[in-house]
């Protein structure tokens, strides 16, 4: 990386989602829309089994598809520093990626890494933000005989608080 590289510290955050469900992410600011995809996947933990695609401004990538190849630093201006990607149409996951701050790039740096961020990723599959919800209160009743039915479906480590910055971390740099 050039040590004139800037990086973006970009927000990202499942919109409609309480509390929310959030990450922080550095990313060059040179990353197309279609490798941003990739470092979403792994820092919100989706499994990338199903389409996406991103708002910015009035276009559409579904509808315009070279807006893929498009790089973060002509995406973002200074009139425009919120976009949305939409992943899996069907349960309608919808994120926000506001730039936060530009940053210089740290020469020892390693890119993209995600720096922080709050509660897991919602299962795949599970109806969207409103199937998530319901999910969460059905989970929290052990007592309600769907609950454990529900609960071995998803997988029984599944922890709706947890998210673990060092395994994103790990799974970035691989």
């Not at 720096?115 to 209160?137: H, M, N, Q, R, S």
């Not at 029984?156 to 608080?161: L, Y």
Request: aromatic share 8%; proline share 8%; with cysteine.
């Amino acid at each position: 990386m050039m040590s004139d590289s800037k990086i973006y510290q970009l927000k990202v955050a499942i919109i409609d989602s309480e509390p929310l469900i959030w990450r922080r992410v550095l990313v060059p600011a040179e990353l197309t829309l279609e490798e941003l995809h990739r470092v979403l996947q792994v820092a919100m933990g989706w499994q990338n089994i199903a389409t996406y695609h991103y708002r910015v401004g009035k276009r559409r990538s579904d509808m315009e598809p070279a807006l893929l190849k498009m790089p973060l630093n002509e995406v973002v201006r200074d009139d425009l520093t919120t976009f949305s990607y939409l992943y899996d149409p069907r349960d309608g996951w919808l994120h926000s990626i506001h730039l936060e701050m530009v940053l210089p790039a740290d020469p020892n740096g390693v890119y993209p890494h995600c720096v922080t961020g709050e509660k897991a990723c919602p299962p795949e599959g599970c109806g969207g933000i409103w199937g998530y919800d319901e999910l969460l209160e059905l989970l929290e009743d052990p007592h309600n005989p769907e609950s454990a039915a529900r609960l071995e479906e998803l997988a029984p480590e599944f922890e709706p608080g947890a998210f673990d910055v060092d395994l994103v971390n790990m799974q970035l740099h691989n």
